[in-house]
């Protein structure tokens, strides 16, 4: 193994290096392994980390950022020194390039971005193949005098009187959907720059102005009074505005019901075939592909039905039957997704990511297959969110799971205050909206969690997923006064109150029981 040349490198000192065999977890071929030192050194003093993976104990519980260095195949990767030993895990992030010091460079990209750990990005059209580099040229100009052009027709400026015969309302409409398609056009093209690249790069800065539009909207909702937030529905789609009987699954919970003229397994039958059964399957499938966690699905799974059964007096919704809520829903829907979820994943987890660009490609069919992976991941993260790993980690991963369950209870509250049917295209279009700000979302957390910098902050997307979560949430609140009659069960306050304060009672020993350790290996 040998150093790089110092202009690769020029922002780091090194002091000791790792090699590691063919047998490296990391690349099939022989990787260096660059830790920086706690006190700069001009030269690097070449000594190699004693012990390997199967040498070293376990990792420490927090791993303390030492270097970032770069692989043979383009990935980069972080290296978490504690001499004599080393830990390495791997950042994948190809094709995304790490602006480095450069000495025989002078200029740097003008069309760069930071991650959401503050890491510089560089996207170059000239790092992508030929055939596609003219997609990922910016055009702001080009697009900016198209867009004006657009609005020119539309809003009829340069003729006032196509536009004359329009009432109020029609002219109102047309001018706030207008003011979305510009706000949206404007983050297509200059939106902040996420951890997603696949399939472009504005894709992911359109769902973000497609997040921010729906905050804004969600805001302007919560100011309205609750007859007027209805009505204003309407506005969205002319069904809505009216009050519909909602469905109680749990008024006949026999399995077998003689006396129906239609079935004598009407009860089952009417289950098994309403919309929410393939809701349930689409929905674990789609969270499995964005947790990778299977025993993290099963707590969000098995919670979401306990919070179903808490709120039950509240929704005729969440009134299930037993087999309904843990053989159909839990062992069964549930199951399915998540299995065919963590099969997907481990699918993706398993292929070997090293893209050529379409114009290599040797046959039209390879062209084709290359054209239509562009929708697949560039790289597949194994997300590692260890809640074990201390009290405050715990909290962080217990963060996420309530915040997942709070965004699912809303779509039943949203649904029960404002007055819309479960099959309204506007409950597909916001369970479709927030998949996928969800994508994005999980990344930038996972990232911020096995971020080890003493200072950062949450990426916009997980800033915009908890703004929307709790105006969403406060929307159901401020509607809700005086639709639930019926009070919470005097035992189920009880047993919330004993859950909550064992576990506060369970954080308070753990953490004594870490300090009390770190105590005695100082002493």
Not at 122 to 150: F, M, Q, V
Not at 347 to 363: A, L, M
Not at 428 to 436: G, Q, S, T
Request: charged share 15%; net charge positive.
């Amino acid at each position: 193994c040998e150093l790089p040349n110092s202009h690769e490198f020029s922002h780091y000192y090194y002091h000791y290096y790792c090699c590691f065999p063919n047998s490296s977890p990391f690349s099939s071929a022989t990787s260096l392994f660059f830790c920086s030192a706690a006190v700069p050194s001009p030269s690097p003093a070449a000594r190699p980390c004693r012990g390997s993976s199967s040498l070293c104990p376990p990792p420490p519980a927090e791993f303390e950022l030492s270097a970032l260095y770069a692989m043979p195949n383009g990935l980069l990767s972080m290296a978490f020194c504690r001499p004599p030993c080393c830990w390495c895990r791997q950042s994948r992030l190809e094709p995304i390039l790490m602006e480095v010091e450069d000495a025989h460079k002078n200029e740097r990209s003008d069309h760069g971005g930071r991650g959401a750990n503050g890491v510089r990005f560089i996207n170059n059209s000239e790092d992508h193949d030929p055939w596609t580099a003219w997609a990922y040229k910016p055009r702001t100009i080009t697009s900016l005098l198209l867009g004006a052009c657009l609005l020119i027709w539309a809003s009829g400026a340069l003729d006032p009187g196509s536009t004359a015969s329009n009432d109020r309302v029609t002219s109102v409409k047309r001018g706030v959907w207008a003011m979305i398609a510009v706000f949206l056009t404007y983050c297509l093209f200059q939106a902040p720059a996420t951890v997603l690249i696949r399939p472009h790069p504005a894709i992911w800065r359109l769902v973000h102005g497609m997040a921010v539009v729906y905050l804004v909207a969600l805001t302007f909702l919560l100011f309205q009074n609750r007859d007027d937030a209805r009505q204003f529905m309407k506005f969205l789609h002319p069904d809505l505005g009216i009050e519909l009987p909602e469905r109680s699954y749990g008024a006949d919970c026999r399995v077998y019901v003689p006396e129906n003229p239609k079935s004598r397994f009407i009860n089952v039958y009417e289950t098994l075939f309403d919309e929410f059964v393939l809701a349930h399957i689409l929905g674990w499938w789609g969270k499995a592909i964005m947790i990778r966690n299977q025993p993290l699905l099963w707590v969000l799974s098995i919670g979401f039905e306990l919070m179903e059964f808490t709120f039950r007096h509240m929704l005729p919704n969440f009134n299930e039957c037993w087999w309904d809520s843990i053989i159909l829903d839990i062992l069964i829907c549930n199951w399915f997704g998540i299995w065919a979820g963590m099969r997907t994943v481990r699918y993706f987890d398993g292929r070997t990511y090293e893209w050529v660009g379409i114009s290599r490609q040797p046959s039209i069919m390879g062209k084709v297959k290359r054209t239509l992976s562009q929708f697949t991941p560039a790289q597949w993260d194994k997300d590692q969110w260890h809640p074990l790993l201390g009290p405050w980690r715990f909290i962080q991963v217990l963060s996420l799971c309530i915040v997942f369950m709070t965004v699912e209870l809303n779509t039943f509250f949203l649904k029960f205050c404002l007055w819309i049917p479960p099959r309204n295209p506007l409950v597909v279009y916001r369970l479709i909206l927030w998949w996928f700000i969800a994508i994005p979302t999980i990344r930038e957390y996972n990232n911020y969690l096995q971020d080890s910098k003493p200072v950062k902050k949450v990426g916009a997307f997980c800033w915009l997923s908890l703004a929307i979560c709790i105006v969403e949430l406060l929307i159901c609140v401020k509607f809700g006064h005086g639709l639930f009659p019926s009070p919470m069960p005097r035992w189920l306050i009880i047993f919330w109150a004993s859950v909550g304060a064992s576990f506060m009672v369970f954080l308070i020993l753990w953490t004594w029981h870490n300090h009390r350790t770190l105590m005695k290996k100082m002493l």
